[in-house]
């Protein structure tokens, strides 16, 4: 007779996601954005905080090997942060210029009328 346990897990539905280096690196992106909470964004892809803390030091960490341009090669972490703050950047200068249109907009406007 099969214990119990056994027909437990064989009727348990298997939910494991295998994500790839790309993926993994994007979502590693989004935890090191600044004012974001690695937790929230691990909840908001399904996986387990310590997965997400697992991957962005295995990310944050440089190449074993050294490139033949070894004087501009840059640790991973400095480069996924940098990207996430340009990101960032870009976002506010964005919505700088469109909060000038409508200044522009409203200073013609008022000029005419």
Known sequence: MPSQQSDRAAAAPRSRRHWSDAEKRFIVEQSLLPGVSASSVARHYGIPPHQLFRWRKRYQQPPSTESADSETSVPARYLLQAQGEIRALRRQLQE?????????????RRAQG
């Not at 700088?96 to 013609?108: D, G, K």
């Open 96 to 108: 700088i210029t469109r909060e000038t249109q409508r200044l522009r907009q409203m200073m013609e």
